[in-house]
């Protein structure tokens, strides 16, 4: 059979991703990334650490992550994403753009964090009070709180699991009642932490009954990466990806996207 009409693969743009060495979500990434565009992944090396601020700090030294960078460099992504949120704030606002700086440095293209990326959705929201929900213990999640301050935005709510370990196992439906109790007052946003909690098929249906934009660390990773690119993330009625969707809820009656059966929902990690 001859195949010459099919030509070769269309091109492909790369975004590189450095992941820690427990990020379990790999699928997730994938589905805010559109056509025409790879996701090249590498992780931290293990260590033999619980979630805590000590494991945030290990898989972001610089060396650690220029190493990872320098890993991509062979199949030459244009951009590079450091998907871990704890490992991107536990630095404060300074401490993210060295890490930033020390990836570029390492593989000579445009480099951005899961925390940058957060204040980057922030402005594009125009958010001045933002609800948080973590998976974290209470001294993680006050560091996350301290660096959202320290990007002169009020925390407005927060609600916390206290995990150390196994994160990406946490169900969709527990996601959902940490925001319900996240959410007081008057919220501009809400912002779902870490990398590792599952949020693609329930930023929808938060949006609808919550009336604000709902962000998570998986989300705003990818579009502020495929921003770099030139290109938009996909997501069906999320506000951040789809500027109309900002101007209210999800209609009702409108498809919120695909039901996800509930063994399903069962994933696991901590970034």
Not at 54 to 83: F, M
Not at 256 to 270: A, L
Request: proline content about 8%; aromatic content about 6%.
């Amino acid at each position: 059979m001859d195949v010459s009409f099919l030509g070769g693969p269309s091109p492909q743009r790369g975004v590189g991703v450095v992941a820690p060495f427990d990020f379990a979500l790999d699928r997730e990434l994938w589905r805010w990334v559109p056509d025409g565009v790879s996701l090249h992944m590498t992780r931290t090396p293990y260590v033999p650490v619980e979630v805590s601020l000590d494991l945030a700090r290990l898989v972001s030294e610089h060396e650690t992550l220029s190493e990872a960078v320098r890993t991509l460099n062979a199949i030459a992504p244009e951009v590079i994403a450091y998907a871990c949120t704890s490992g991107s704030f536990v630095g404060g606002v300074m401490g993210e753009r060295a890490m930033c700086e020390a990836m570029s440095r390492a593989g000579a293209v445009p480099a951005i964090t899961t925390s940058g990326a957060l204040l980057e959705a922030l402005v594009e929201l125009d958010v001045r009070r933002v609800a948080l929900v973590t998976p974290y213990t209470v001294s993680v999640t006050q560091a996350l709180e301290a660096y959202v301050a320290q990007a002169g935005v009020t925390i407005s709510g927060c609600a916390f699991m206290g995990l150390t370990r196994h994160i990406w196992k946490v169900p969709y439906r527990e996601v959902v009642d940490m925001a319900r109790q996240a959410v007081r007052g008057d919220a501009d946003a809400l912002f779902i932490s870490c990398t590792n909690l599952p949020t693609y098929d329930v930023i929808p249906q938060l949006e609808a009954e919550l009336r604000i934009p709902v962000i998570s660390a998986n989300q705003v990773t990818m579009w502020a990466a495929l921003r770099r690119l030139g290109t938009r993330a996909v997501g069906p009625y999320q506000a951040l990806i789809n500027p109309a969707a900002r101007s209210g809820p999800v209609p009702p009656g409108a498809d919120p996207g695909p039901v996800v059966p509930e063994e399903e929902q069962q994933q696991e990690g901590w970034t």
